[in-house]
């Protein structure tokens, strides 16, 4: 075990993984990373005590990048658990939906949402993570931008939910795994 008792998930605050750290990990602090790589070395190091690592999606199905680098880390699999994956359409407060022109997020949630985008001809763009999506949406200030992440990445950047539940199907869940060196 790590020092500190940190728990590395990958994403901004904000972001799915650091919501399901809360749920399930909540005496442990949460520390996030850029990239699942980075996530999961920090874990491998024992710079954190373990990881909360996303791994399978109902709608998308198994995540090859955060699979690949557990087994290749060796770090072993110690509880799991499914979350619902709720994504909410989030913009500036003086956005309205019929401002929006792009929408934000992370591929695999965009991936969850992709009729809905459709359906209110957003132009989807990639970014790092749902919760950094929602902070660069309210750095730019800008109407015809949103972003698709949980609810409390709304909270956090001070951004207006404009449509709940944009996800494709209401049983979309997300299967996240506890590692450990």
């Given amino acids: 075990m790590g020092v500190g008792g940190k728990v590395a998930y990958q994403g901004a605050r904000g972001a799915f993984s650091y ?5 399930l990990r909540p005496w442990n602090e949460p520390e996030g990373y850029e990239t699942f790589a980075e996530a999961i070395a920090a874990v ?4 954190c005590e373990c990881g909360l690592i996303p ?3 109902s709608i998308v199905g198994l995540l090859p990048d955060p699979n690949r680098l557990i087994e290749e880390h060796g770090l072993k699999i110690v509880a799991e658990a499914w979350r619902p994956m709720r994504q909410m359409l ?5 956005a309205k939906l019929s401002d929006l022109k792009t929408v934000e997020s992370h591929p695999v949630a965009l991936g969850q949402c992709r009729k809905s985008i459709s359906a209110l001809g957003l132009k989807a763009v990639e ?3 749902t919760a950094g999506a929602a902070e660069l ?3 730019a200030d800008d109407i015809t931008r949103a972003a698709i992440a949980p609810a409390v990445a709304a909270e956090i950047y001070e951004l207006t939910i404009l449509r709940l539940d944009m996800q494709d199907t209401a049983d979309n ?8 060196r």
């Fill in 19 to 23: 919501e399901a750290c809360l749920a």
């Fill in 127 to 129: 970014a790092y993570d």
């Fill in 173 to 180: 869940l997300t299967r996240f795994v506890v590692v450990e």
């Fill in 44 to 47: 491998a190091t024992g710079e």
């Fill in 137 to 139: 949406v309210a750095e």
């Fill in 55 to 57: 791994v399978e999606n």
């Fill in 90 to 94: 989030m913009a500036i407060p003086e």
